[in-house]
C-alpha cells in the first residue's frame, strides 16, 4: 500500500520508517504542507498521512479523493485541521494517534511554568554574558498556589498529577469530573470561578468551534492581575491580541505558549534568514515575560516511537480490512 506523507522532517522519516520495516507499505515522503494546492502529490496512493498544519479542509479531502486516497492518518491527537462532515461525505476514514506521551506533554507544560516564575531564559542569557545579578530574577513558590486546570484528559491529568507533587490547590474544569482526582483534592469548578480563582491558568483540551478564543478579553478580565497562563494545547484557544492587551495593561504577568493560533505558516521550519510578516507573533516576543516554544512539547523519543506505531496499526487495519482503531468521527 502506497502512503503519502506530508509535512515530514527527518525525524518523522526515521520513526516510521523504522516501525514499517519489512512491512508491505511504501512510503511517499513529502516535506511540502498538504493543502488543496499540494494534494494532486498524493496521486496514486492508497492512503496519506498527516500532521497538526496540514490542511484537510472540504477542498483537500476532495482532491485527495479524486486521486485514489481512501485513507486520512493523522499522526497527531488533534483533528480540528479536519471537515470530518466532508470526509465522512466522501468515504474517507480518518484515524489519528489519541494517546503517544502524556507525559512528554505535561512535563514540557511544568517546564515552562517554572521557566516563567524562575525567569530561567533571562537569567540563562545574563549568566552567558557575565552579570551575575539576580535582580530582576525574583520568583515564587509553586507549592501553595492556585493552579487552574482546563481539561482533564490524558495530559491534563498529568500535569494535574504533577503539580499535586509541587503541593499545588488545584481547580480543574472538565465535562467529566473525575472522581478520582476529587478524592485526592482536585476540586472541579466552573470556568469562570477557574479563571477567577487562579494564579496560574494551563490549558489540556481540544480546540472546537465552541471553544475557539476560549481565553479572550473576558476571560482575561475574570483571571488574577498578573495571572500565569500556559497553553501546550492548540493555538486557537487563546486569543493572541487579548493576551497581548493583557501583557501590556499587566493583567497577564507571564504567559508561555507551545502553540499559537497562527502558527501554520512558521513552526516546523527554519525561519532564521527570512523576514518574519506576522506583526502579531513579533509583538509577543517583544515582552520579557513570555515564552514561547516552536509546538515542542510533544518532542520525545518516546513519544515519537508510539505515534510511529500507531500510525502504523493504523494503516495495517486498513489494509487488512481489519476494524480501524482510533478512528475520528463526528459529534
Same mark, same amino acid.
Given at each position: 500500500?502506497?502512503?503519502?506523507?506530508?509535512?515530514?522532517?527527518?525525524?518523522?522519516?526515521?520513526? #516510521?520508517?523504522?516501525?514499517?520495516?519489512?512491512?508491505?507499505?511504501?512510503?511517499?515522503?513529502?516535506?511540502?504542507?498538504?493543502?488543496?494546492?499540494?494534494?494532486? =502529490?498524493?496521486?496514486?496512493?492508497?492512503?496519506?498521512?498527516?500532521?497538526?498544519?496540514?490542511?484537510?479542509?472540504?477542498?483537500?479531502?476532495?482532491?485527495?479523493?479524486?486521486?485514489?486516497?481512501? #485513507?486520512?492518518?493523522?499522526?497527531?491527537?488533534?483533528?480540528?485541521?479536519?471537515?470530518?462532515?466532508?470526509?465522512?461525505?466522501?468515504?474517507?476514514?480518518?484515524?489519528?494517534?489519541?494517546?503517544?506521551?502524556?507525559?512528554?506533554?505535561?512535563? !514540557?507544560?511544568?517546564?515552562?511554568? $517554572?521557566?516563567?516564575?524562575?525567569?530561567?531564559?533571562?537569567?540563562?542569557?545574563?549568566?552567558?554574558? &557575565?552579570?551575575?545579578?539576580?535582580? &530582576?530574577?525574583?520568583?515564587?513558590?509553586?507549592?501553595?498556589?492556585?493552579? &487552574?486546570?482546563?481539561?482533564? *484528559?490524558?495530559?491534563?491529568?498529568?500535569?494535574?498529577?504533577?503539580?499535586?507533587?509541587?503541593?499545588?490547590?488545584?481547580?480543574?474544569?472538565?465535562?467529566?469530573?473525575?472522581?478520582? $482526582?476529587?478524592?485526592? &483534592?482536585?476540586?472541579?469548578?466552573? %470556568?469562570?470561578?477557574?479563571?477567577?480563582?487562579?494564579?496560574?491558568?494551563?490549558?489540556?483540551?481540544?480546540?472546537?468551534?465552541?471553544?475557539?478564543? %476560549?481565553?479572550?478579553?473576558?476571560?482575561?478580565?475574570?483571571?488574577?492581575?498578573?495571572?500565569?497562563?500556559?497553553?501546550?494545547?492548540?493555538? *486557537? %484557544?487563546?486569543?493572541?491580541?487579548?493576551?497581548?492587551? *493583557?501583557?501590556?495593561?499587566?493583567?497577564?504577568? !507571564?504567559?508561555?505558549?507551545?502553540?499559537?493560533?497562527?502558527?501554520?505558516?512558521?513552526?516546523?521550519?527554519?525561519?532564521?534568514?527570512?523576514?518574519?510578516?506576522?506583526?502579531?507573533?513579533?509583538?509577543? =516576543?517583544?515582552?520579557?515575560?513570555?515564552?514561547?516554544?516552536?509546538?515542542?512539547?510533544?518532542?520525545?523519543?518516546?513519544?515519537?516511537?508510539?505515534?510511529?506505531?500507531?500510525?502504523?496499526?493504523?494503516? $495495517?487495519?486498513?489494509?487488512?480490512?481489519?476494524? #480501524?482503531?482510533?478512528?475520528?468521527?463526528?459529534?
Amino acid at each position: 500500500m502506497k502512503v503519502a506523507a506530508f509535512s515530514i522532517k527527518p525525524y518523522d522519516r526515521a520513526s #516510521l520508517g523504522a516501525a514499517s520495516a519489512g512491512l508491505p507499505l511504501e512510503w511517499a515522503w513529502l516535506e511540502p504542507r498538504l493543502d488543496a494546492d499540494t494534494a494532486p =502529490l498524493a496521486d496514486g496512493a492508497t492512503a496519506v498521512n498527516c500532521f497538526v498544519n496540514d490542511d484537510l479542509g472540504a477542498a483537500t479531502l476532495e482532491r485527495l479523493a479524486a486521486g485514489g486516497v481512501r #485513507l486520512v492518518t493523522l499522526r497527531c491527537a488533534g483533528f480540528n485541521q479536519v471537515d470530518l462532515e466532508a470526509a465522512a461525505r466522501l468515504g474517507l476514514p480518518v484515524t489519528r494517534v489519541p494517546e503517544y506521551s502524556p507525559h512528554a506533554v505535561a512535563e !514540557h507544560t511544568i517546564a515552562l511554568m $517554572l521557566m516563567l516564575d524562575r525567569r530561567l531564559h533571562k537569567a540563562y542569557n545574563r549568566v552567558r554574558e &557575565g552579570n551575575f545579578s539576580l535582580d &530582576g530574577l525574583l520568583g515564587f513558590d509553586l507549592h501553595g498556589r492556585t493552579v &487552574g486546570v482546563v481539561g482533564v *484528559g490524558r495530559i491534563g491529568r498529568r500535569v494535574v498529577e504533577i503539580l499535586l507533587g509541587f503541593g499545588c490547590r488545584v481547580l480543574a474544569h472538565d465535562p467529566r469530573p473525575a472522581a478520582d $482526582l476529587v478524592v485526592r &483534592g482536585v476540586e472541579f469548578v466552573p %470556568l469562570d470561578e477557574l479563571f477567577a480563582a487562579s494564579d496560574i491558568v494551563t490549558l489540556h483540551c481540544p480546540l472546537t468551534a465552541a471553544n475557539r478564543h %476560549l481565553v479572550d478579553d473576558r476571560a482575561i478580565g475574570l483571571m488574577k492581575p498578573g495571572v500565569m497562563i500556559v497553553n501546550t494545547s492548540r493555538g *486557537g %484557544l487563546v486569543d493572541t491580541r487579548a493576551v497581548i492587551h *493583557g501583557l501590556k495593561s499587566g493583567r497577564v504577568g !507571564h504567559l508561555g505558549l507551545d502553540v499559537y493560533e497562527e502558527e501554520a505558516d512558521l513552526f516546523f521550519d527554519d525561519k532564521s534568514d527570512t523576514v518574519i510578516r506576522d506583526d502579531t507573533f513579533m509583538r509577543l =516576543l517583544t515582552f520579557p515575560n513570555v515564552v514561547v516554544t516552536a509546538h515542542q512539547a510533544f518532542f520525545t523519543r518516546e513519544a515519537l516511537e508510539a505515534i510511529a506505531g500507531q500510525t502504523i496499526r493504523n494503516l $495495517l487495519h486498513f489494509q487488512r480490512g481489519e476494524p #480501524l482503531e482510533a478512528v475520528v468521527t463526528r459529534g
